[in-house]
């Protein structure tokens, strides 16, 4: 059973110490309780997976269509983020931001140069 938000309250009368800035679990209780709901009402668990990797694999097959191909091999490939080779990947990546306000992430050592990193996770850079 997923808790509701205000199932944690209780916690507060127990604990003579308690400060509502510090309540973190909480909080967190709260978010995740909130994040399961969602996605119980999306299908479940193996619907919102079946959703990221079609996403993530429509996303590959258009950049590699425009001659950006993915740098995992299909079976090690993820489906929050795509990584894909470019040359100037560090050009392109600051031109996107200026021209269009899109922010995409550089790849992590070693594997830094000449990879960009597109996060499917929805608006995080705001």
Known sequence: ??????????????????????????????ALAAAARHILRQGGISARIARSRQLADYCRSRLERIGLPSAAS?????????????????ELRRELLADAGIAIAGGLAPFDQGMLRIGLLGAQCE
């Open 1 to 30: 059973m997923v808790p509701e938000p205000g199932d944690l309250d209780g916690a507060r009368e127990e604990s003579p110490d308690w400060e509502p800035h510090r309540d973190y679990a909480n909080q967190r209780g709260s």
């Open 74 to 90: 299909p079976d090690a490939a993820a489906n929050l983020v795509v990584v894909v080779r470019h040359a100037r990947a560090d």
